[in-house]
T-cell receptor
């Protein structure tokens, strides 16, 4: 079946660098995407979302880019800090003609480590 | 503060025992979800509920049961029929039902279930 996946399972950066976490999806019917951050022993925390009618969305220090042509999603974190160290998940939702219940399909996650 | 509260944080199950995981939200969200998280895997949907007194099986419902008697509560019972229950269980909620297709899910901080 179709699923969301990540290109890199781990990413190590220096404090102050920009980080880019990538995600590939295979279902062209997906219409909504979310990035989550999960720290050890905690639940996923919502970071930012984007709808399929957008290419880019910015939040505080984060930007999500959506390339529907190649079915690729990325999360950019500016000026990465040690507190950004966590597992980052992307998730997609497939629109089901108005009857969608909001079921999300999650990727396995990328471990981001920020070195001081 | 509004949020999702899961309890207990840690739970141990004996052979042949049913255990119930609590999930309470004060976000006034209509939809609630239960996921299972295993190492190296994405979140997998166990059950979801779009409205009080209604719930549907997710992808891995066997060995689990739920109820939704109140809007704010969605307890999950792990029955003795679930032969591999050791996992991190996450409860989530979202504002919209099927009428509002794109709303992020917000998560609690999970319950870690282990076998004695």
């Amino acid at each position: 079946g179709e699923s969301v996946g990540l290109h890199l399972p781990t990413l190590s950066v220096q404090e102050g660098d920009n980080s880019i976490i990538n995600c590939a999806y295979s279902n062209s019917a997906s219409d909504y995407f979310i990035w989550y951050k999960q720290e050890s022993g905690k639940g996923p925390q919502f970071i930012i979302d984007i709808r399929s009618n957008m290419d880019k969305r910015q939040g505080q220090r984060v930007t999500v880019l959506l390339n529907k042509t190649v079915k690729h999603l990325s999360l950019q974190i500016a000026a990465t800090q040690p507190g950004d160290s966590a597992v980052y998940f992307c998730a997609e939702k497939i629109f089901a003609g108005g009857t969608s219940y909001g079921k999300l399909t999650f990727g396995q996650g990328t471990i981001l480590t920020v070195h001081p | 503060d509004g949020g999702i509260t899961q309890s207990p944080k840690y739970l141990f199950r004996k052979e042949g025992q049913n255990v119930t995981l609590s999930c309470e939200q004060n976000l006034n969200h209509d939809a609630m979800y239960w996921y299972r998280q295993d190492p190296g895997q994405g979140l997998r949907l166990i059950y979801y509920s779009q409205i009080v007194n209604d719930f549907q099986k997710g992808d891995i419902a066997e060995g689990y049961s739920v109820s939704r008697e109140k809007k704010e509560s969605f307890p999950l019972t792990v029955t003795s029929a679930q032969k591999n229950p050791t996992a991190f269980y996450l409860c989530a909620s979202s504002l919209g039902t099927w009428r509002v297709s794109n709303q992020p899910q917000h998560f609690g901080d999970g319950t870690r279930l282990s076998i004695l």
